[in-house]
């Protein structure tokens, strides 16, 4: 049986730059950054605790895309906290905290405008 996503990958169009991102402004770990082919890296970070792995990559012209909509949220126990904390390390929101019947959420963008949903859990 299947037990966890593996791994997510958000597209690219600079693996140095979204590395730099993702690791010093978000707080997640690299596990690995090996060669993957003659033009790019396989970038494998890991999500706090969880078993979810993401990827940054340069796709192909058929590939997605950067500066698209992540098919998925990104879990933390107070949103509020968080978006102060992300936002203090330069982490640019598209919307502040919102309170919902089901939760709270925010919404973020990296560096190639790929935007993310931040939710309560």
């Not at 169009?13 to 991102?21: I, M, T």
């Not at 990827?55 to 933390?76: N, R």
């Not at 919102?98 to 963008?109: C, E, I, R, V």
């Amino acid at each position: 049986m299947i037990s966890h996503v593996k791994f997510v990958s958000i597209p690219t169009s600079d693996q140095d730059r979204a590395l730099k991102f993702w690791t010093e402004r978000v707080g997640f770990k690299v596990l690995t950054d090996q060669p993957f082919d003659e033009k790019q890296r396989w970038i494998e970070l890991r999500v706090g605790s969880s078993d979810t792995r993401v990827v940054l990559f340069a796709f192909s012209g058929d590939g997605p895309q950067p500066g698209t909509m992540f098919a998925g949220a990104m879990a933390c126990d107070n949103v509020e906290q968080t978006y102060e904390e992300l936002r203090a390390r330069g982490v640019e929101f598209v919307s502040p905290p919102q309170k919902q019947p089901w939760g709270s959420f925010a919404t973020f963008k990296d560096v190639d405008g790929n935007t993310f949903l931040l939710s309560s859990k």
